[in-house]
Nanobody, 128 residues
Framework: QVQLVESGGGLVQAGGSLRLSCAASGRTFSRYPMGWFRQAPGKERAFVAAINWSGDRTYYGDSVRGRFTISRDNAKNTVYLQMNSLTVDDTAVYYC?????????????????????WGQGTQVTVSS
């Protein structure tokens, strides 16, 4: 059974940092893209970041570019999201995703439908 388990969420003050982790089990995703989405209360799910299998290509949503960094450790089957300069607008449930259909990014990498597996999510709350 494939599982993506997020961790590292919590409560942080505006301007602070958090590092999210997503550990995959049940299969290896070392040859496939992975990423993060988020959903804030009352808002639609939004693309945050994605990384290719080797880690040398990344994409970011406009609202997080320059503040968040996605990375991965294929030996650990884990993807990370370093979040800096957090604002209250970053408050959301963050979901880890994985694509196992191709080692190359989908043209629609910024859409949830491009990913085959989703984690349960981890809450990030940023206080003012």
């Amino acid at each position: 059974q494939v599982q993506l388990v997020e961790s590292g969420g919590g409560l942080v003050q505006a301007g602070g940092s958090l590092r999210l982790s997503c550990a995959a089990s049940g299969r290896t995703f070392s040859r496939y893209p992975m990423g993060w989405f988020r959903q804030a209360p009352g808002k639609e799910r939004a693309f945050v970041a994605a990384i290719n299998w080797s880690g040398d290509r990344t994409y970011y949503g406009d609202s997080v570019r320059g503040r968040f960094t996605i990375s991965r450790d294929n030996a650990k089957n884990t993807v990370y999201l370093q979040m800096n300069s957090l604002t209250v607008d970053d408050t959301a449930v963050y979901y880890c995703v994985a694509d196992d259909s191709s080692q190359y990014f989908s043209l629609n990498y910024y859409l949830g439908a491009a990913y085959d597996y989703w984690g349960q999510g981890t809450q990030v709350t940023v206080s003012s």
